[in-house]
Nanobody, 117 residues
Framework: QVQLVESGGGLVQAGGSLRLSCTAS????????MGWYRQAPGKQRELVAT???????NYADSVKGRFTISRDNAKNLVYLQMNSLKPEDTAVYYC???????????WGRGTQVTVSS
């Protein structure tokens, strides 16, 4: 089991920045993929960004060049730096991990990000 707790969400004006953090309840050294997803009202949950254990990153086209994902295995953390935020980035952001080995998937409870125009 891996428990995930997100923080850093809030209300920001368009063009502003936020940094989301996700703390895992145990070491992330053997966690394969860590990532962020989001779900806006009335829409399906979508991938925002992922980072592998080797540091390879993957981003949704809509956030490329604006968002940066990073991980700190020593602190069991994954971050999402969000710059140049747009109203369409408004959503609940969820932390996600995929463990090594059998590939179990765990989700956090989410943190609300609201971008005002």
């Amino acid at each position: 089991q891996v428990q995930l707790v997100e923080s850093g969400g809030g209300l920001v004006q368009a063009g502003g920045s936020l940094r989301l953090s996700c703390t895992a309840s145990r070491s992330t050294w053997n966690i394969n993929i860590m990532g962020w997803y989001r779900q806006a009202p009335g829409k399906q949950r979508e991938l925002v960004a992922t980072i592998s254990s080797g540091g390879s990153t993957n981003y949704a086209d809509s956030v490329k060049g604006r968002f940066t994902i990073s991980r700190d295995n020593a602190k069991n953390l994954v971050y999402l730096q969000m710059n140049s935020l747009k109203p369409e980035d408004t959503a609940v952001y969820y932390c996600n991990v995929v463990t090594g080995g059998l590939g179990f998937v765990f989700w956090g409870r989410g943190t609300q990000v609201t971008v005002s125009s």
